[in-house]
């Protein structure tokens, strides 16, 4: 006997279908809706069975590894974000953090210390005085937020990269992961902390880090979602093991590519 449409327990097939292909990237999206864009085709695709709203959030939370994974793959190290001229920058610039401006973290600077953890060589904390003495670049790009606004800005700081090559990083590892002052969390693929434009900022618009910019030290990604761009950051660690991150945890995508 066929089944009714929508009569699991709980969920409404349509809407599964629906969310599960808009979790999909292309061209894996064009297949799944070409044929036919079925619960069946999900159980395939995830090998879960769906039974139950749980079961069905499982689907739903497989397909979204699924996309992090393709999108990962599919990150051109080479491709780089737009850059801008002075007379784009915005002023004043957007906040944004999960607390009010005034929560932000004051950080002392003279104590503050970036602990490294992980697969690491040369594990000794480095102080604000110490990263300021590194190799500085400069660039103009955009920040773009989840939750609807983007504004170019200015930030300098020094090349992920050369920091990962100086500490004795291992390069070939998958993550890396950042810990903020106040709990805040991210983590990103080895590929991406590579990229040319991924930059331990110490530097916004010519200044040092203001308290609510992420003094001392942020992560500034203009291939990534502004979420991805921790600041207050106190700890890096290089990691293989799946790190995740403080809104990677409630659902955002981890990849949050641009
Ligand atoms: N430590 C910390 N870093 C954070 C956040 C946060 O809440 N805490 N919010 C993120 C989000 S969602 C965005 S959009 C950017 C905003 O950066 P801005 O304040 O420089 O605009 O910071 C990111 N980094
Ligand atoms: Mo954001």
Known sequence: MRKRRGAISGIDVRLLVRDAAGLLPDPARRLFLRNGASVGALVLLTGCGVSDSASAERVLRKISEFNDWVQARLFDPSRLAETYPESAIVRPFRFNAYYDEEDAPDVDEDSYRLVLDGLVENQRPWSLE??????????????????????????????????????????????????????YSSSIDMATALHPQTQMTLKFDGQPLPTKF?????IRIPTKLGFKNPKHVVGLSVVNQYPGGYWEEQGYNWFSGL
């Open 214 to 218: 992420g003094f001392p030290l942020r």
């Open 130 to 183: 110490q990263l300021n003495a590194l190799p500085q670049e400069t660039q103009i790009t955009r920040l773009i937020c989840v939750e609807g606004w983007s504004a170019i800005g200015k930030w300098t700081g020094v090349p992920l990269r050369v920091f990962l090559e100086r500490i004795g990083a291992d390069l070939r590892a998958n993550y890396v992961h950042f810990a903020c002052a106040e709990g």
